[in-house]
């Protein structure tokens, strides 16, 4: 059997007057969306947009929840207790799960935003109250997070949930599996060739060159290309068809 | 066969450390439970919590969405625009249901709150944009609306919804059928006795004496009850004791 | 003595990761700033850069408040009584200030934005009610309002304030003195020697042709153009360029 | 010369609908009012309603600025950037001193709210970004800080600020002078004479007794007795008796 990866990326980041990204093309290219929800960006009218658009192109869409700051994007820390998370993830991805209903849209997949995200790789509690709200919402809805650790893959496995495990086309890794610091130089890989040869390598090999060169073990079933990035849509391009080519089918988790 | 009506309340109405109404009292009398979902009030700890005690208590849970507007508690209008305002619905319906359904408890009807809910006894753009956003949905919600209003009966109607239509035990009436302006002298009822007369009066004949001494018809599924009044759950229990010694069923919406 | 007159721009309203605008450009070009102050629009970070980079520039710095309605922009009516409008407008000129006075600039004006603005030009009672903050803020600023509309110019007057009349460049008239709805066709000017050629009109003649073909008298003491529209910085530069070489003193509000 | 100390308390916490803590009595007693500006708390309108009640009763008016963060009450530590934060400590400040400019009140301080305040306790960044803000705005404000940490207090002295220690009269205080857990047994006082013991130690001999037993000193300017839980204003009047009799003169801060 042939090797096999979803290639998704965060859309609906936009928020009310204000634009973010170029959902438009990178639709056209990945085949998983995560759908920001209101909390960090996004609101009602632009997920709507996001998924109608999402179903056109045969695209799965997910929820992508955040902390409530719309201020900082999601990418503050907020030290939200583990139950009042559960409840805030929850209301996400019913909200969501109702707009894509109303479109004919199921869901697939949550892939927590920024701080949220982050938190799931290295804080149990955090981990453990999101897998919580995706177990309560049933549904058979995939977790998302980060491959190369083991605490978002752990909470999933102990609620019951099918974990897809994520690496990065365009972004560096440290030596111990950790993203690269966003602000950090380096950290964002800017040129589509060199971004489609570290997805493949990932998908093709299971690993990846850190910063300090040293080999990270990746297992990864999605892959996450960026939107919101100047030239976004043509790293997504590159890497896909450099993973086509290599004869990685490209396709939506399941089964 | 005998009567028979639905008591409702709005709960779930406290936001973060604020503290709103005596929500356990009413939820001890009513039959259903209308609980803000984070638009006007509520926030998903509150929802979680609210849901919970209602499934307890037996109480159908639905969903009560209102304009976009935490410090003005939803009672200023806002001018959405149809798309939006369905969006905003659908948003809510699916929050409060995503939190339901981890409570294992399915809503049962959606009732709009505050001016949102003023605006579809009078615009028909506004109850359209609601019932279309319930239709949306899906999974057979009612929508309850001003018993005396066609206007949101209308719009039901078009969208293929079970429409319900609400009296209120404790709020005047003018002679049109609308509501007295709340901020008016007599505008709620404060006395328990005078409140269950007249919610046994609209139950029985159908009709309610209005402020100017005029006999206004009302056909009602439910009758509304406040919560966040001083001494709302002593007129609660006195409607609904003064309703069942009639020989009236009180009983949730539905077959 | 020779013509004169402001050129006003709306500036600073990113919010958060969302830009908006090309703030840079416009302040090269305008003589006043309308800073959002974080109801609409602006957060507390990017009216301090904003009001940084128009002190650079020399340009005097105004507050732009407007309803607190971050996902409509300010642009829904928000039927906020009068007390708290005016409350929620000393706030906004208040937090505006201090950010300011940092920086060491002293406002100069205000200008309502969106709803509110046009609120301001037929609702007696919203016009007073922002003319009482801008006069309990103190310091004299100048409230800017629609030049053909007595509603704010009354307001202004009876709190003692400086009323400032405001033209606009790029935005077509009708015949009885208001705007064009910005949805509407021709509503926006974009080409700039149009808006050029009807800023000059406004100020040398205190006049301009409306959509019907009839005049309307216009006696502005500052001219609006826009930032957010794709050229308004273009425009802008011709229209200042063009009341220049008219003899035009294109200089701030005051003495 | 004899004893003197201010005595503090947050108000102004109540947001739209929903009212918190007895304000109305609380500020009967104390010398200083500390107002929530809407981040964490409060709303225009209740800080002008409770700017002109402490006005009504001769007590100074400061600023009790949070973390934007209503849902969490500002007791979530949200990771700020110090830049950011700076800049909406002074959005803050700046929105209550034109409400308060608008009734003839000048600020006379400055007290962290929440999660903020324990953090400028603690985090050198985070005092520091406080006291630029506060030394920004100007006017003489002074920074209230914990009394037994040295990190506000240091902040303050880099900035030129005059910094007033705080000591509480109803917590207990852990052997490290730290607060005791807000959520742990013992960490509130609620009987008045206990909290009125504990304050006039406090004032009298610098000390305190922790719950390990140990002694702890602590030089305060002014002693905080909190207006939100049941019982506050009784606490408030016992503590302000007792330092009264014992011949200490509670007054506001200042010469």
Redo the contacts between chains.
Sequence with gaps: MGLRVDLNADVGE???????GDDASILDVVTSANVAC?FH?G???V??ATVARAAERGVAVGAHPGY??????GR??????P??LA??V??????????A??RGVRLTHVKPHG?LYNQCAVEPTIARAVAR?VA???DGLALVGLATSACARDAAREHGLVFAGEAFADRRYEGDGTLAARAGKDAVIHDPPAAAAQALRIVRDGRVTARDGSIVTVRAETVCVHGDTPGAAAIAREVRRVLEEAGVAVRALGP
């Design positions: 936009s928020f009310g007057p204000w634009r973010m209101g960006a609101d009602p009218s997920m709507d409530l700051d719309l201020r900082g994007f503050r820390v907020l030290a939200v207790p139950d009042e409840a805030d929850l209301y996400q991805l019913g909200a969501l799960a109702a707009i209903r109303a701080a709200a309560g919402f049933g």
